[in-house]
């Protein structure tokens, strides 16, 4: 099995479909003679032909259009935002169309579409590069939202991603493309959509988190555990639908619940998560529900990024503060 | 001859491409004319002349991608630079033709690769060497300080974008530099990260191609398991399928997603939707989770002192509510109560109350709560807190502490009349102190009359009622005024303008207790007198050892209206006032 990053996962997982079904394609900016600029199609285009690794002009609107009118065929689109912060043009037809269409057609017509997005700051990048604005897509009725934190789940989730028959945006967590590897077997299996991933049990605290930042929550629960204090973490992984049964048994079962998110704090994923928290498990509270969040404020430029993005001490902080509270 | 070298047009792009030229080789151009169109990744970006002079030679040609750093446009010699300090010899003028191909220094393809400054924040245009942190022939791991640069805003640490080895340093300490020109060479060898050789071994091509992205994604070789198991876990509670019925075909027998979807379709292994819930209906008493409670009804139960497991739960879904808890708490009381009672009762049944704080049987007392609700702070006291506040804000305070001899004065004598007549005294010695001051509109007014506010403590608060032209009266009279004002006070009919036109106060707390204070001058007053406790105390004496009466004093002056030698001098003829006899 090779050891792979993550966006090498995500290369393998479209290869692997492409292979396997004609009516997947590629599409994007940059995403053919380049490769993509992070090179999450590289080789795709030489393997697979033009025909279905398809260069396009800089124009997300007409990317997202294209991409529900293939899927509106029967083609599975695998369109490519080149950053996040570029998805706005298309959000018209994102929300008023590719989320609707089901709908709008009392089932009569699917989008087995994938869009996908690297998100998230931590890489230097310049403006528009580096915001986490899932929260935005999470709230639309019709979208899957979906966001892996490791090269496993990046390769078992896309694959599930293509395989749906509905559109899901697909949210890389840029900043950890590259930053541990996996070994993954080629070997085509999906993982489930729809679910959280409980990845450490404990009985002290529920961390809860999704992306890049499940790595410094993990680092955090190491170090809480050294401390003493026992933490149950979990992958959110598909953050829209939300699965929070896996977090209300979770949080039943330790009483207290941190998230952390890179997105700013309003309005937020956390936001929702902590509300349904509220909503339905209060009466397993010991303490009030902790948020480690960016802050409510634009992404600033690199030379401030590291002052905005949630450190290991601020979860270690806020875990301090929930696990005393008395 | 001038070169005029392309600058970094923003983001830290390495190229741009020549849409149109603006000017023509041989016409004269002036500072921050526009001289050519370029396209970068990003935007078209009109290019200005750094300098005034004429063109002798522009570089490259419509759709030519010029590199940063490369030669754009060449000047003749008379041109008068207005803007930098840029020579040729910053960047080497081996650009013959300034296409992509022929920038060798700009990029990282050959053995050696130079590291230019980069825009160290905010558009400067360039920075100065404060001190090298690395040697040449150093090697440097990826982000390690190399250089510290000051711009015109801060000085900043230079991190080294590659991991390397150092071969040249470009400039010494005091050196200006300018951005994007170079900095640093690397020598061969040097793995970068931003942009990896091209190729190393063709299995590893994959992973050191970090893409064409503006920015640094943090590469690992560390191996990380996946924890299979959680999603395993995570598809069988999504179908619904008890791990506990199925039969592992993975290796060691581990379930596999696959043995899951199997268990799910003959629906062998059907979880019981109960099963969820069962984790948390536990009946370990000592775990606070076995009960279920908000957060504010076990913040009520441990304020109690309640246990949970002690409470009914009438709540919604089984849940302890507020009322539970509440009861719990009457409930325990009244039945110690009359467990009390009930013991009292056989002894003397007559004298037995259900009052648990008579029983004698060794009963524990029980709980009181009592709540406190806050009271709004009204009136006269509500009066003090806003104007100690705006004292607080404006005036700048000083306070003087001295002791003044009183044993000169007569059995009787009544001293608050002396504490007028010494601030009267003083304010005619030192004006300054006797005065009223207006920081907004620097305005300072000094008194020809004493209006003395004297302090007075009442239960509702602070009162400062005014013996108004006190330097008119004698004695004998300033004091039935004091008392004229205080019998207002006690009668509530004082009226405001007998509250008002202090120009300055005296704090008698002395009257109470206290030795030293420091007062707080009342706007637009520049000073209160306090007078402390006086006290008998030993001193050495041209008579030898003599009992002294001592009276303590504390001036406090707003320091914005008055010096420190007129509070000193004021002081002083306080002192001389009250230490005579009469």
């Known amino acids: 099995m090779p050891a792979i990053t993550l966006i ?23 995403v053919g003679t380049n490769g993509g600029v992070f090179r999450a199609t590289d080789g795709l285009q030489k393997k697979f032909g033009k025909d279905r690794v398809i260069d396009t002009p800089l124009a997300e609107s007409m990317i997202a259009g294209v991409s529900v009118g293939m899927a509106a065929q029967g083609i599975k689109p695998i369109a490519e935002i080149q950053f996040m912060g570029f998805i706005f043009p298309a959000v018209d037809q994102i929300i008023c169309h590719m989320a609707r269409m089901r709908h709008r057609t009392r089932g009569r017509i699917t989008l087995p579409l994938v869009l996908r997005a690297p998100f998230g700051g931590g890489i230097h990048a ?19 939202v979906v966001i892996p934190s490791n090269p496993s789940r990046a390769y078992g989730l896309m694959l599930a991603a293509i395989r749906d028959p509905d559109p899901v945006i697909f949210l890389e967590p840029k900043r950890v493309y590259r930053i541990v590897k996996h070994e993954v077997e080629d070997n085509g299996e999906d993982y489930p959509l729809g679910c959280c991933f409980v990845d450490r049990e404990g009985t002290d605290i529920t961390l809860i988190s999704w992306g890049a930042m499940l790595h410094e929550t993990n680092m955090a629960a190491d170090k809480l555990a050294a401390e003493g204090i026992s933490c149950e973490v979990i992958d959110v992984a598909t953050v829209s639908p939300l699965d929070i049964e896996t977090i209300l048994e979770s949080v039943a079962k330790t009483g207290r ?70 | 001859m001038k070169t005029f070298n392309l600058p970094d047009l923003g983001e830290g792009l390495p190229d741009a491409e020549i849409v149109r030229w603006l000017v023509k080789e041989g016409d004269t151009v002036a500072v921050d004319q526009p001289m050519v169109e370029m396209e970068t990744a990003k935007a078209v970006v009109e290019v200005p002349s750094p300098y005034a002079g004429t063109i002798t030679k522009l570089n490259g040609q419509a759709g030519d991608v010029i590199q940063v750093g490369a030669s754009l446009v060449e000047f003749d010699g008379d041109s008068s630079s207005s803007a930098s300090q840029q020579e040729a010899q910053a960047t080497p003028p081996a ?86 020109a170079p900095l640093v060479t690397f020598g061969g060898g040097s793995a970068s990260t931003t942009q990896a050789a091209p190729s190393e071994a063709p299995a590893e091509e994959a992973s050191s191609d970090a893409g064409t992205v503006v920015g640094a994604v943090e590469v690992g070789n560390t191996i990380v398991a996946e924890s299979a198991n959680s999603v395993v876990k995570a598809l069988a509670r999504k179908l619904k399928v008890d791990l506990t019925q199925v039969k592992g075909t993975g290796t060691d027998g ?92 056989p002894s003397n049944s007559s004298s037995s109350t259900s009052s648990p704080s008579t029983s004698s049987g060794g009963n524990r007392l029980p709980s009181v709560s009592i709540t406190r609700e806050p009271q709004t702070v009204r009136g006269v006291r509500r009066a003090m807190a806003q104007g100690m506040a705006h004292s607080h804000a404006t005036v700048v305070p000083t306070t003087l502490v001295e002791d003044v001899n009183i044993s000169a004065w007569p059995k009787g004598t009544d001293s608050l009349a002396r504490y007028i007549r010494a601030l009267c005294y003083a304010s005619r010695i ?137 509070a000193a001098r004021f002081l002083a003829a306080i002192m001389e006032d009250l230490s005579k006899a009469q």
């Not at chain 2, 090697?139 to 015109?152: I, Y």
């Not at chain 2, 007075?456 to 608060?461: F, L, N, P």
């Open chain 2, 430 to 566: 030192e004006p300054a102190l006797n005065a009223w001051f207006d920081g907004e509109n620097m305005e300072r007014l000094l008194h020809p009359n004493v209006n003395v506010g004297i302090a007075v403590d009442t239960a509702d608060g602070l009162y400062v009622p005014v013996v108004h032209n006190a330097d008119q009266m004698s004695m004998t009279e300033s004091r039935a005024q004091v008392q004229v004002l205080r019998d207002k006070i006690a009668n509530k009919g004082i009226k405001p303008a007998d509250l008002a036109d202090a120009t300055i106060t005296l704090s008698n707390f002395g009257s109470i207790a206290g030795r030293y204070g420091t007062p707080v001058v009342s706007p637009p007053q520049v000073a209160i007198l306090g007078t402390g406790r006086f006290r008998n105390e030993l001193q050495l004496t041209d008579k030898g050892i003599v009992n002294q009466k001592m009276l303590p004093l504390s001036l406090t002056f707003d320091h914005r209206a008055c010096t420190g030698g007129e």
């Open chain 2, 254 to 345: 581990a379930i596999t997603q696959a043995d899951v979807k199997a268990a799910a379709k003959s629906g062998n292994a059907v979880a019981s939707s109960a099963s969820a819930a069962a984790v948390v209906a536990g009946t370990d008493t000592a775990n606070p989770l076995s009960y279920k409670a908000s957060p504010a009804v076990r913040a009520l139960a441990r304020r109690l002192g309640v246990d949970l497991g002690q409470c009914q739960a009438s709540g919604r879904k089984g849940s302890i509510t507020r009322s539970d808890v509440e009861n719990a708490a009457q409930g325990r009381s009244t039945a110690s109560a009359n467990v009390a009672s009930s013991q009292a009762r």
């Open chain 2, 95 to 180: 650009t013959e033709n300034a296409t992509t191909s022929a920038a060798p220094a700009s990029t990282s393809q050959g053995a050696s690769e130079v590291f230019k400054l980069p825009d160290l924040g905010e558009g400067l245009p360039d920075a100065e060497v404060v001190r090298w942190l690395v040697s040449e022939g150093d090697s440097v791991t990826v982000d390690q300080p190399m250089v510290e640069m000051e711009t015109a805003k801060a000085v900043v640490e230079v991190p080294s974008p590659v991991a390397g080895t150092i071969s040249k340093l470009h400039g010494q300490a005091g050196d200006v530099i300018q951005v994007g």
């Open chain 1, 8 to 30: 090498e996962a995500v290369n393998m997982a479209m290869a692997h479909e492409m292979g396997v079904d004609n009516s997947v394609v590629a599409l994007g900016e940059d």
């Open chain 1, 126 to 144: 310049p403006e528009h590069h580096s915001e986490s604005t899932e929260a935005i897509f999470a709230h639309i009725p019709g979208l899957k």
């Open chain 1, 257 to 326: 619940a941190v998230i952390v998110q890179e997105a700013p704090k309003a309005g937020s994923l956390g936001s929702e998560i902590a509300a349904e928290i509220a909503e339905k498990g209060i009466f397993n509270l010991l303490a009030p529900i902790g948020r480690v969040s960016g802050y409510d404020t634009i992404m600033p430029y690199y030379r401030l990024e590291k002052q905005y993005m949630p450190t290991v001490d601020r979860i270690l902080e806020e875990v301090r503060k929930t696990v005393e509270y008395s």
